[in-house]
Each structure stands twice: as C-alpha cells, then as structure tokens.
C-alpha cells in the first residue's frame, strides 16, 4: 500500500527487458546509435509531426533544458505557483537558464486561468529594460494537483502565450496521465494546441530513469545540444537511456501504464469520497488524489501500513495519494477499507 | 574490432542483472532506498575512510559537482590544459561553478607537473580581487593520454595544492584502470595522497550510467545535495543508478574490468609497436593507446573493419583506441595483422 | 514641474564641489585612497557601529551585491511582489546570485507584513533539496508605495527572519528618506533592528552616481570584493564615487535634503487631497505620491507643463508624482493649483 | 613622480567642468537625456559610421557586456594569455556570458599573432557538442605590454575570426593611445579593419569614470539594454555619465590627452634606455613602459619618490611604469635622474 509517489515503484518489465536487450554488440556513444535514432521516429509517429528530441534521464533536466531554449536569462516564464518548476526543482530553472525569472500565477485546482495570464501580461512591458522579458509560458499536464487541461484549455493559453509573443512549455512528467484521461491524440493534446516544447516523462509511469525533450518548435532547439551537454545530461551509452523510451512507447505500453495508474487513483477516491470526513480537494483527473481527512483517519491508514505524504498538518489533515503504472486493486481496496473502518471507530467513540 | 571508445561497449552482465534484481516493490524515490544505502557503505569498505557520496549517472556531472563542491566562482582550477574538464565537457564546470575559471597548464604525457604546477600557483595572487583566486587542483587519473599518476605523484601534486590552499579533485573517470595498473589500494590513491573528492567513474568500465562523487573531504560536501537536484542530477528512482555502482563494487568487478581492459591495450600497444611506422606517442599504462601511423595503415585498418579515433589528419596520421572491459584478445590480434600486413605492403610498394 | 522621479533632478551643489576637489593630484586606485577611507570611517559614525562598507555607482549594483553575499544560488529571498529587487532590476538579484528565487510577498502599502512573511516561512523545508532554501529577508525603506518601516516594525520582520536562520536586507535608496521621515537614528532603523546589510542609496538624493553596501554583519561581507570586481563595480578612480559619498555625509545634508523631499511631498499630497476625485492610495510618508485622479485632472496637469507617470491608464487614472531633494515649492503650489482647476473645470461642465 | 598607473591620475579639468554644467534642471532618467543622445551623435561622427553605444562607468563592464553579446554560455573566446578580460577582471566576462570560456593565446609583446590564431582555430570543432564554440576574437589596443596593433594587422587577425564565424572584439581601455600612437582614424583601427565591437575607454584617459561600448555591428547590440541593467550598470542619472564622454570627445580632447601621455611615455623610455643596466622589454608604442632594471635602480627610484609597480622579484626586477594625459615632463626627466644616478653610484660601488 504504497501511494507515496509514482516515484517508489519501479520500472515496467517490458522497459528492463528493453534495457537487458540493448546491451549487444558495440554501439556508437553519445547518441549517434540506432535505438536513439528510432526513438526520435517513434515519437515523431507519436506525435504525428517532425520534431526534434532529447532523451535525457530526469524531469527536472527535461523541464530545464526546455526553458532554457525559450528564454534568454532576462526572460520571464509564466507558470502556476504550485508548479513543480516552480517549487520542486530547487532553482533548476534558474540554472538552465542563466537567471530568468518564473513569475507564479493562482488559480484553482492546479490550473492557470485564461484571465489570470491575460492579467499578469497586460502588467508586462516589452522592451522596457527595467523588467524581465515575456518569454514562455508553462503549463504543467496532467497539473500537480491531479488535474488535467483539455485540448481546448491548452489551445486558449497558448493562444494568449503567443499573441503576446510567448513560447508554450508543457511540462509532461504526467503527460501519459493526461493523454489517458482525456482520450485525446497527443498531438491534439501538444503542438495542434500551441504547445511548443514537451518534456514527456517517461520516468513516473513505467521507465527506470528516462525522458524527452520534444521540440514541435524546432528552431527552439538549435543549441539544446550545447546545452544539454554542459549540463552534463549528454549519456554516452545513450542507447540504454534510449532503449528505456522504445519500450514505453511500443505497443501502447505508455498509454496502457497511465491508464491503469488513472484507474487506480479513481477507484480510490471513489472510495475515499465515501468515507465520512474525507473530502477530495481537487477532482481526480489523473493519478493523484489530494484528500483531507481527520487526523484519526490518517493516522490510522498509516498503522494499518499505508504510505502517502501529509501535505499539511493539522486536524483535518491534507494528504496525498499517488497511484501507479503497478497498483494492485487489492492495495487501493484495503487503503479504502482502512479509512473507513477508523473512521467508524471514531464516529463510535 | 571497435575501438573508438570505452562508451561503446555495452555493460557488465552483472551490472545488467542488477538493475533487473532491483525492480523488486516500491521503495523510497530521490536516494532514500536501501540499495542507495548499502552503497555508500561499500564505498566507504572500498576506500577504508568515511566518505560522502552521491550517485550521479555522467562524468561531466561527477566531476562539475565537484569542481563547483570546492569553487567559488571567482575561483580558478587548476587542470591539465588535455583534461577532459577543460577540454570535452562544453563549459560544464563553468556553468556548475557560476563562472570559475579553469587554468590550463602544459605537461607531457598529459600530466601536470610540480614544476609547473608550483610557477602557476607563484604567479596567482590570493586576496587581489582582481584575479580569480587559486581553488582547486584537478587530476584526472588515469589520464586523458592513457598514463597514469602513481600515488608518489599524486602526493607530491596535492602537497604543493594543499600548502596554497587549494583542494584537490581527482577525474576518475577510468579510476579503475588506474588502480589495477599501479596495483595500489583506493585509498592510497586517492585521500591518503591528498585527494579530497573523486569523480569515481564506472560508466566507462561496464556500468550503464553511473558514477560516484565521493568527498573525503566531508565538509566540502556541505551543499553538494542543492547542487545536485537544481543541476537535474537528483535521480527519483535511485536505486536503479545505485544498483549498478552496488554490482560495479561487488566481488571485484570494477578492478577485474579494468584489469580486462588495461591488458587489451598492453596487448594491442605490444603488437602495434613492431609495427613498421607505427609510433606510441605516450607510455601505455591504462586502456588507451596514442599511436602515430603511417596514412596508409591508418587506412588499411578502416577498410578492415577497425574503428578508431582519428585525433589529426595528415601522414602519419595521429590515432586513439580504447580498450574496453570486454574488449575481445581476438579483436586486438586482428588489428595488429591488419596493421602489420598494411606496413607489409606499404614497405613492398 | 517635473515629479517623474528624484531621478530626473540633478545632483547637490556641494556634492558636485566636492567631486571637482576631489580632482587634486595623484591618488591610489580601487579604493586605496584617503577619501574612501574617510567615507568608510564617516558610515561607521552616522550607523555608530563598526561595519564594512563598498561603495557602487548604482542601487541595483548595491542591492545585488547585497542579496548575493547572503543567498546561495539555491536561496530564497522573501520580499514584497512589488519591491524593487522583484519588479524592476531585470533580473540583477539572479545574476549576481548565480539564479536564486525572490519569493513575492504580499502586503498593503508596499509593506510585508509578520503574518505573511511568517506563513511563507511556514510553508519552506529547511534542508529539502527539492525546494530553495530560505536565505534573506528583504525590506524596501522607504517602501516602493511611499510608506515606511517604522523600527519597530523592521525589529518584528527581522526577528522573524533570524529566528529562521535567514540574512536580512534592506533596500535603503531612499532611506534617508525614511529615516528622516521617522526621525530615529540611522542605528536604530538597521542594525539595532536586526538589518544585516543595508544598500545605502544617495543617488536619488542629491549624489551623482553613489550608493553604499553598508555590511552590519561583517561576516557577510567576505566576498564581496571578489563579487564587486567581477560585476565590474570596482571603480579604478573611487576618489570620484567616495567624494560624493564623503559630502552626502557632511553636515548633515544626507538628512536635509531628504527632508526637504518629504516635506514637500506632503505639501503635494495635502494639496491633492482636497481636489475633488483625487486620492491618496496609499499614506504619503516619504517622497512619493501614489494618487487616484480623474482623467480629465491628469490630462490638465500634463497639459499645464506637469510631468508624472501614469501608473495604471483608465478614468480613473493611477498616477505616481516624485519629489525630490531640489523640488520647488512653487512647482508643487502650482501643480496643485492645475489640479484644482481641472476638477472644477470638469465639476462646471 | 607616480607613474603606478593611469588609474591615479585625477580627470581632465574640462571633464569635471562638463560633469558640473550638466547639473542644470530636470532630465529624463536612464539615458533619455540630451547629453546621452548628443554622445550617440558624435561617437557616429568620431567612427565615421552609424554605430549603437552604451555608456558605463567601467572598463571591465564595457568589455564584459560587448563579450556576452557575442558569445553564448557555450562560447570560447580567443584573446591573448596577458589581455585584461583573462587576467585582471576576476571573472567577469565569465560572469556576463554566464560561463563562456577564455582560450588564451601565446604571443610576443602582449600581441596575438595570425599564425597562433590560425592554429587555435584549427584545433577548434564546430558543431561538436562536447567543446566550447569559437564565438569571438578579442583584441586589446594598444595592447596590456604597451605596444599596438596597427589597422593592417587587425584587418588579417579580424579576417581570420571572420572567417571561422568569429565576432572580433576590442577592448580599448587604451584605445585613444593607440589611435594617438598610430595616427590614424578610428575607423580604419576598428570597423573598417574588422572590428564588430570596441569598449571605448575613457577613465584611464581623463574622465572620472565614463567608457562606452560601441556596436559596429548593430545586429550585436540588441539585447545590451537588457544585461547593462541587470548588471547594474545603468545609470540613472545618466546625464553625469555621458557628460563626461562628450567632453572627452570635443575638441578633440582624447586625442590630445593621449598624445600627452603618449609623448610622457616615449620621454621616459629615452631616458631609461641609456641607463646602465635598464632593459625596455617591450617597445614602447603608447604610455606603459616595462622596464627591467637592477634592483638597486628600482629600490633608488623607490626612495626618491617613484611611484611604480614591481611586476616580478628578483635583481634584475621587472617593473611597469605608466604615465597620463597629466604626467608633468619635469617627473619624467627627475625619475631618469634617480635611475642614472642610481646607475653610476651602483657602478662606482
């Protein structure tokens, strides 16, 4: 009963095998082999257009590196606060970047509004020297908050991003996620919306450690190359960082993996939205479930050996669930089982 | 008959198996897992000290986290002016450091000497806030030209660093061809010859993707975890990364490895040196040979099916190969024949 | 009639006298002459303490200094949204930090307040790698709107801060402003109020190109040569910048020119106040003014020769007016009377 | 008698008069003054070309913004092993490219030669992720050994960098001297000879503190508006700053200053060339002159109230002398005197 983060499972059997089936023969280091050169085919197939990719092996380098090529170092990037860019990578941004600023935006459920992003830009002075340079904008699908923006909802952002000069940065760690619970196509879900940089993980939903940078914008990623090296995420035995996205993207495995973690995490909330005291923050959309429960019923589900996060302290208490490309039905039922059996004895007591 | 570089091998079987006996239930992500734990144990048995360690999956992230570990970036490094740091890494240690500055000094054989290390450190002045200032002293060992640095060396070179305040960093992205060519222990290599961190390599020598910044300079370390996730080097699925160092230090593996491949030079540098025209540049002490051919053996080679790194054109055309771990005995004696029969013919015509 | 800010006045008679007597023989660059001494001596008197002092040229050089020797690139700075460093440096704080991450804070007339700086406090992981780490505290006195920080007040946030492990700045390009408006000593408004390193502005009031990174926590300030240097903020002929800096201090005028600017933005904003439409955003307790007015008023004043900016467009209309050390009563009076005009032109209409 | 540097000199009396006659009403701030827009118009006239210039106050920030705007982080820079940016800036250009790298050159009198350009190029690999990209050819002139490039010679070293896709750079902290010590036109020593951007000094030469940087290629300028204020470096009151240049720049006052220290120079090279034992090391072709003498020449110089700079211990000593657009003849004939009488006293030990 592990709903720490999508982050302690492991890897999908298929994705090992790939990775054990790589390792034949010589091959030309640094990305210059064959699995990375069907890769970059399979996820243009994906994405049904021609676009230019980096593998690379964390969220954070995928994220970064995209940023970087859509903003110079006295850009700004509008993003939600809650982004992971913007509160879980320790500065990356910065880094990549040489500087730029990421100008925080609110809005429910994870989401950046239409009117919010309108808002922030219309206080933007182009040219101005004294402030930071619109330069991207960042949406993070499915959201941090287990939400996932609609084709259309995208389309609107970038459409806003664009008219004001913006580059459109999606940040994909759950890309998968999103792709699943919406239905839709990925390319109606990226570059038919203006989304103009990907950072499609792979990692969270089935991959040992493995990522890329797609560019549907492909001047945007004349000096990624330079950039990616210097970050030191240029893997010379790149085929096994490669191998690793060959999998995840044959035979649907990516799609499939999603699904059944999307699955998961609504057969738990299901559940959880039963219980008495325990209500669902945001709607569950994806693979992450944001629940505030009595105290009692936490620390019950823990006892009982349940792993998730406490978000925020307190009675009730804010917790998070994170199911996976792997959760057993069985653990997501004796999770559900337990909340409502403590919460039984409390209502007794 | 690949001999372009060690990165195109493939890995060890048994680093292989690992990664696969790794994918067994959830464990905790970003290095909190067991197998992240065991290994900086056994690093610590392998080095006789208590060192602190991080996973990284590059040499370039290895080594720029410690380069900017020791730097400020008003700092200056002091490197061999061939070191792959200064040479082959695209700025990384800049861009890690915030700008620091590497001095490039000359040696033969592609190693600093204490002559020359002792007039660069005269000229420097510290406290003038002009110049950068003295920081650290880089070593890579075994070498950029295939020799390597004996522990006597590295002693003399770090007390020199040491009595101007420096600290000493050791590339050791072949570390282990190093220590299985002088026959000495880890740590009589390294900290007891005043080596305060080491990039300590693996992806070289049969790991997929994996390294090791090991300070034994603990202090030093301080900050290295901020470094690390803001540089996208923090790996979620860690255990994956660790399960490969784990393999790398079991039974012996690293040491044999090298020793494999130390010998395949040793092999194919005793044949290429009766060769008509074909000069080793550099002692032969680890796995990489410099050879200085005539054009026509040069070619012969090519057109036989062996591949190597033509370092500069013209006649005799300067060369690198790079033995590996699993470099085959076979595979080198074909080379010298083909080498030996392109002279045959060359002197006949 | 120009109130578009105390930048667009020019300098003191006294301190332009003192920068041509300055011009007398030979004398030791960077800061190795006898006037740089005196201003270091003459700080420490008017802040009674032993502190470390670098002149700049520029606020922003001064303030990013300052941010720099306390936040690592992995730091946070906690700071008003609308605080300087935040909205118009272009990104200055990142650079000279090496990319660490203001952290906006809200707060009524420009002033954080403890309970907000204390629930952004609450919400940061002291030693989380994913999240950057909480470093500086910054206050802007005068504020940004116009208002000031009582010491009080200042004693309260620093205390907060400290209590948290954090450094705490304070922008003070118009602290003179502020201390003449409160009427503390120097002392009392910094350091005795827990402010660990002070951008001491002059510029704006009455110097050419002078400010002062005036370091109350001398620790801090180790680096900060390197630091200046490399920004290019060391001066080779510093007589010129400390001889502003020696007569700003020099009977007093640092204080009278300030008072003069406050005084007659209050004489400003009492006359505004009773002009019908027109209001007062925020309390007038320095130099600027932040006023409401009717269109049609902002339009007659600019056409009667009045120079402001227009903050926000509408009807409404946002405005800011700026006084300054040599502002004339008479320009103020007549302002004033345009508006006067304006709004009853437009009354009668 | 101080010839310690040009830095010690005061500033020319017209400059001071320009600084105090530009303290008249209100300006617009930032540079959207007169004075600024008139500096703009005669640096086009003096260049004889349309050209983008930016004042600053330093020479190390003028040069170090002219080398970010040609060189992304990922750039080499090409200049000599002796030029300023490399030695004598603590970083800085390091600072402003964010991380780009210096490749120092060898080269007799402080020059780089075509042929050493040539090779380094050479060595160089476009489009090669794991090295730093030539970006840039940076020129000093007159050069930091006091010698000077004449117009051809920059013509076939600008010919060169072109050639390879270089920009070319001139730092010309002493660019009057070269001019005033060539005779020709500003134009023929940069544009018209290659040069695509020159930091135009002025502080050692008489202003206080007062430099642009000048865009001969205009496409370079673009994004200088944005890093001169992020770098602190924009002014506010800037009417003080650019008053200055336009001093500098009337009545052909540059040019007569440097002649001056020029002529000072030449004065004091005569007189110590015919004393015994004193070695000019460099020809003397602006205002520095490196002097290798006894060291009882020096410790005499010393005595008598010789201000210099001792370069290297040792008996003979290496020192520098550098003389001013105000050097007094009559201290250059009593320095000759101290070292002939110091000569004849030691030779009549």
Same mark, same amino acid.
């Given at each position: 009963m592990n709903f720490a983060s999508d982050n302690t499972s492991g890897a999908s059997p298929e994705i090992i095998a790939a990775v054990s089936a790589a390792n034949t023969g010589?091959?030309?280091?640094?990305?210059?082999?064959?699995?990375?050169?069907?890769?970059?085919?399979?996820?243009n197939?994906?994405?049904?257009?021609?676009?230019?990719?980096?593998?690379? %092996?964390?969220?954070?380098? %995928?994220?970064?590196? %995209?940023? %970087?090529?859509?903003?110079?170092?006295?850009?700004?990037?509008?993003?939600?606060?809650?982004?992971?860019?913007?509160r879980d990578e320790c500065g990356a941004p910065e880094l990549f970047t040489g500087g730029a600023k990421l100008v925080p935006l609110e809005g429910d459920d994870g989401k950046v509004t239409p009117a919010v992003l309108e808002a922030a830009l219309a206080g933007a002075k182009p040219g101005f020297v004294h402030q930071v340079q619109p330069a991207m904008l960042s949406l993070t699908n499915a959201t941090e908050a287990g939400t996932v923006y609609t084709p259309d909802e995208v389309a609107e952002l970038a459409g806003i991003a664009h008219a004001h000069g913006?580059?459109?940065?999606?940040?994909?760690?759950r890309f998968a996620n999103a792709a699943a619970s919406l239905g839709c196509t990925p390319a109606e879900l990226t570059w038919k919306a203006g989304v103009d940089v990907l950072a499609f993980g792979a990692t969270k939903n089935g991959a040992l450690a493995a990522e890329a940078v797609v560019f549907f914008d492909r001047e945007l990623a004349e000096n990624v190359g330079y950039r990616r090296k210097r970050a030191g995420h240029l893997f010379s035995k790149m085929r096994f960082l490669s191998a690793q996205l060959e999998a995840y993207l044959s035979d649907g495995l990516w799609l499939a993996n999603a699904s059944h973690a999307n699955a998961m995490a609504a057969r738990l909330a299901a559940g959880l939205s039963h219980v008495p005291g325990c209500r669902l923050v945001h709607p569950v959309q994806a693979n992450e479930l944001f629940v505030e429960m009595p105290a009692a019923t936490a620390d019950a589900l823990s006892d009982g050996g349940c792993v998730f996060y406490r978000w925020k302290p307190g009675d009730p208490v804010s917790t998070r669930f994170v199911t996976s490309f792997n959760s057993d039905p069985a653990d997501v039922d004796r999770a559900v089982k337990l909340a409502r059996s403590a919460a039984g004895q409390s209502a007794a007591e």
């Open positions: 010589a091959a030309m280091p640094y990305g210059a082999d064959d699995i990375t050169a069907r890769v970059a085919q399979r996820l197939e994906v994405f049904e257009t021609q676009a230019v990719s980096y593998p690379v %092996a964390t969220g954070t380098a %995928a994220n970064s590196l %995209a940023l %970087a090529a859509g903003t110079p170092p006295w850009g700004a990037v509008y993003c939600h606060g809650d982004s992971h860019i913007n913006l580059k459109v940065h999606m940040d994909g760690a």
